[in-house]
C-alpha cells in the first residue's frame, strides 16, 4: 500500500487515505504503513471538530446514514486446507451447472474457449455486477443484459489487473457487495460481505445481510456438503 502511495505520489497524485478492513489506516503520507496511532489522533482532530459545533461522533454518524445510507456488514471465512477442494469451490462459483433455483449466466468467450457460468442471484437478490480478478472478467448491469452472451476478445475485461490467486466480487441490487477470495497465508477462503440500505432502513439491512451470508455458504461455497 505505501508503496503504491508514493509512487502515486511521484506522478503528482494527492492520496489522503489508504486502508486495509482487517488491519487499520494509512494517513496521507505522515507514516507510509497502516497506523494506528496516527488515525487516532486523526480521529481526536474529528471529534474536537465536532464538539467545538456542538455534535459528537455518533450525531456525525448518524448524519452520514441519513445522507448515504445504513450499511452494515460480515466478514468472516472457512477453513479449506485442501489447495484442490479450494480450487474445486471457486470452479463450481465460475463454471458451475445449473442447479435448482439458481440462474446462472451463459457468458462463452470466443477468445479463450471456455464458458462463465457465475450465479445471477444470491439469497434470491439479483447480480447487478461480476468482477473476476482470476480470469479477467468483469460486468456492470448484469441483470439488465442477456444471460448468454458471447463474449469477444477484448469485452468484459476489469480495470483492476488480474491475478494467479482466486478473487471474485458481486454486487446485487438490494444494495449488497460480496467479495470472496482465497488468504494468501492461512488455509482459508475469506469472504467480505456489506449490504448498504439506501433508505436508513436498519432492520431491512441486516435482515439482507443475514439472508446473503446464509447464501455464500449454502449455495456459492456448499460449506455443509463440503464440511467446511
Same mark, same amino acid.
Given at each position: 500500500? @505505501?508503496? &503504491? #502511495?508514493?509512487?502515486?505520489?511521484?506522478q503528482?497524485?494527492? *492520496?489522503? #487515505?489508504? %486502508?486495509?478492513?482487517a =488491519?487499520?489506516?494509512? *494517513?496521507?503520507d505522515? +507514516?507510509?504503513d497502516?497506523?494506528?496511532v496516527?488515525? #487516532?489522533?486523526?480521529f +481526536?482532530?474529528? @471529534?474536537?471538530?465536532?464538539?467545538?459545533k456542538?455534535?459528537n461522533v455518533?450525531?456525525?454518524?448518524?448524519?452520514l446514514? @441519513?445522507?448515504?445510507g445504513y %450499511?452494515t456488514?460480515?466478514?468472516?471465512?472457512?477453513?479449506?486446507?485442501?489447495p484442490?477442494k479450494?480450487?474445486?469451490i471457486?470452479?463450481r =462459483?465460475?463454471y458451475?451447472?445449473a442447479?435448482?433455483g =439458481?440462474e446462472?449466466s451463459? %457468458?462463452?468467450?470466443?477468445?479463450t474457449g471456455d464458458v462463465?457460468?457465475y450465479?445471477?442471484?444470491i439469497g434470491?437478490f439479483?447480480?447487478? %455486477?461480476i468482477?473476476?480478478?482470476?480470469?479477467?472478467f &468483469?460486468?456492470?448491469d448484469?441483470?439488465k443484459q442477456a444471460?448468454?452472451?458471447? *463474449?469477444a476478445e477484448g469485452?468484459?475485461?476489469p480495470?483492476f489487473? +488480474?491475478?494467479?490467486?482466486?478473487? =471474485?466480487?458481486f &454486487?446485487t441490487?438490494?444494495?449488497?457487495?460480496l467479495?470472496?477470495?482465497?488468504?494468501?497465508? &492461512?488455509p482459508? #477462503?475469506?469472504?467480505?460481505l456489506?449490504?448498504r440500505?439506501?433508505?436508513n432502513?436498519?432492520?431491512? @439491512?441486516?435482515?439482507?445481510l443475514?439472508?446473503?451470508s446464509?447464501a455464500v455458504a449454502?449455495?456459492l +461455497?456448499?460449506?455443509?456438503e463440503?464440511?467446511?
Amino acid at each position: 500500500m @505505501a508503496n &503504491e #502511495l508514493e509512487a502515486l505520489q511521484n506522478q503528482g497524485y494527492f *492520496i489522503g #487515505l489508504g %486502508y486495509e478492513e482487517a =488491519i487499520g489506516y494509512m *494517513i496521507h503520507d505522515h +507514516v507510509l504503513d497502516k497506523d494506528g496511532v496516527t488515525a #487516532l489522533a486523526v480521529f +481526536v482532530q474529528l @471529534a474536537a471538530r465536532l464538539h467545538a459545533k456542538g455534535q459528537n461522533v455518533g450525531d456525525y454518524l448518524e448524519s452520514l446514514y @441519513a445522507k448515504y445510507g445504513y %450499511y452494515t456488514s460480515a466478514n468472516s471465512y472457512f477453513l479449506c486446507p485442501d489447495p484442490v477442494k479450494m480450487d474445486q469451490i471457486f470452479s463450481r =462459483i465460475r463454471y458451475g451447472t445449473a442447479e435448482p433455483g =439458481i440462474e446462472r449466466s451463459e %457468458y462463452r468467450r470466443t477468445h479463450t474457449g471456455d464458458v462463465l457460468r457465475y450465479p445471477l442471484t444470491i439469497g434470491g437478490f439479483p447480480v447487478s %455486477y461480476i468482477r473476476d480478478l482470476t480470469v479477467g472478467f &468483469e460486468m456492470r448491469d448484469v441483470d439488465k443484459q442477456a444471460a448468454s452472451l458471447d *463474449i469477444a476478445e477484448g469485452e468484459c475485461l476489469p480495470q483492476f489487473p +488480474v491475478s494467479s490467486s482466486h478473487m =471474485i466480487t458481486f &454486487e446485487t441490487r438490494n444494495g449488497g457487495r460480496l467479495t470472496m477470495r482465497t488468504s494468501g497465508t &492461512e488455509p482459508k #477462503l475469506k469472504y467480505y460481505l456489506e449490504v448498504r440500505n439506501s433508505c436508513n432502513d436498519r432492520t431491512k @439491512a441486516a435482515q439482507d445481510l443475514n439472508t446473503m451470508s446464509q447464501a455464500v455458504a449454502a449455495e456459492l +461455497v456448499h460449506a455443509k456438503e463440503g464440511r467446511l
